[in-house]
């Protein structure tokens, strides 16, 4: 119950906040020093281009200073260029930009706590999707390969067909499953092959009774063509698991099984072979939340499994770009309820892989083999962004 408290308690600090954000907006004065939030990525792209930047980084750092008349500039990732080298109504644009963060603001002790709050502004926090998103045959298109969980990397070979591939299941957390999968696209099916890396599965030796373990065998799905919100399919794993590696899979050594006192299992791994077949299905809805590039809230059932929650991609927020992930599963026939949250923080490393590469936790919260609720799974992980995002 305490760690439930714990939760609830988050929630409300985090709903108190939004709140706040909303209604304490005040009038700006004018700011001469100031960085560029990464909220119009066409702008960014201009002023780099202009700039001859290539290739052009549409969440990069841009600091602007016009606080000597004789002496304004733009940085651009460090690299500093005279705002007099882009164009008349460039430079009109960034200075009349809207989203800016104040460089030359006091801060105090108490800045750590208010300094996001005050920079958030109600008229960014929620956008249109982008016409890819809402698309039934292109919304698999996606430039982000996410190492566990997560939405599948989704390359399009020629308009609507194409290739998709994911490590995990689109809800899984760190360190759950052994699963891995290739699709193919097109008009809105998805036909492909799943099979299984048990070094994804191995590399802990504690908590591991809430895993998910797959076989080999295939799947099938269908979006409707009335816009990219609802998607069902077939999923059945065609190989049986032998005697031998069923045991090691499910070895006490492992954690896979929980024993009582009395030797009866309290809680075991699932494992899904041998002809095991689902009916899959996701009702999602798209959305550009805090300038997300990519970002949906979705409720599914998924082997027999209910799912909720949400997913942004380089959301940005008082200067941060990042990923946020929630998935919920909150009730199951077949493992105890688990929530995963992922945190994947960009823009930490120099050259391409400022925009390309993202890195954090990522956590799961389940029953403990103890019988009390904490975190089952911490561990790193890890986003590439291949190509650009729509």
Known sequence: MNAYKVLFIIL?????TGLNSVFAQEEEEQIRYYQMEPLDDSLFIKIQEAL?????DPKAEIIVDVRDANNQTISIKGALYPLLAISPELRARVITYPFKLNLEEDINYGSVFTRVIQKIRISKVAQPPTKLQISPTMGYVNPFFQLQGGERLGLSLKQDVGLSLGIGTPYSGALETNMMEVNFHILGVKAGIFSHIDAMIEAVKSQNHNNLIVSEGFQITYVIPFGN???FGYFKATAR???DRRRRYLETSEETTVLNPDSTVKYQARIIDNQQSFLNWEFRYPVSILASTRGKFYVAQYLDEWHFGFSLREASLAGSTFDLSFDG???SKYREPQYNINILVQKIMEGWGFSAFSIGPSASLSRLD????GFTKIFVNLRFKIGTSF
């Open 52 to 56: 001859f930047i290539d290739p052009p």
């Open 241 to 243: 698991i032998g005697q």
């Open 370 to 373: 103890s019988g009390s609720f």
């Open 12 to 16: 409300i600090s985090v709903f108190i």
């Open 229 to 231: 919100f609802f998607e």
């Open 329 to 331: 599963m909150p009730g």
